[in-house]
């Protein structure tokens, strides 16, 4: 009997926490969905990198210059985060950034920008690598399911809107 209780017991505290873990993981399940553009390019990244040589500190430095480029994207169109790279100077190299106006859709704009970096920048990088025909094909596969015109290359953001802040 005593054994009964002690389960019944044990029982209601669980059930008194269950809610309380359902509340926690909740903002998770949001965050991943806002960030999804992010775990998609990341993805490509590490694909990029698996049919590439093993060179860890090139692909470490890779996920860095990537992770940035997304960031910036995204910082570009916020009036509070500072940019790790657009309008700084980061050792001796100085990025110049013009401001730029609000587009009627931030969210997707930050989307399409990061695209376009990541897109270029991986384009950039694996030009080399022994898998390129496989992450090239990825790349493009992913560009044109996202609907972007991957033939865009202007850099001009205050006239070529996100796209261009992304190239």
Not at 70 to 76: G, L
Not at 87 to 92: D, E, F, I, P, Q
Request: glycine share 6%.
């Amino acid at each position: 009997m005593d054994n009964t209780l002690t389960r019944l017991h044990r029982s209601r505290r669980l059930l008194k926490f269950v809610p309380i873990c359902g509340l926690a993981l909740a903002p998770l399940a949001t965050l991943a969905q806002e960030n999804s553009r992010v775990r998609v390019w990341n993805e490509q990244t590490l694909k990029a990198i698996r049919n590439d040589l093993a060179r860890p500190p090139v692909h470490a430095r890779n996920l860095f210059h990537v992770n940035a480029a997304m960031y910036d994207a995204w910082a570009a169109y916020d009036t509070k985060a500072q940019p790790w790279l657009l309008g700084r100077t980061v050792g001796n190299y100085t990025c110049p950034f013009p401001a730029l106006t609000t587009p009627p859709d931030v969210e997707e704009a930050r989307k399409e920008a990061m695209s376009f970096a990541v897109y270029r920048l991986l384009r950039h990088r694996f030009l080399n690598s022994p898998g390129y025909g496989t992450t090239y094909g990825r790349l493009d596969h992913v560009m044109d399911s996202l609907g972007y015109d991957r033939t865009f290359t202007g850099v001009d953001p205050t006239t070529g809107g996100a796209a261009a802040l992304g190239n």
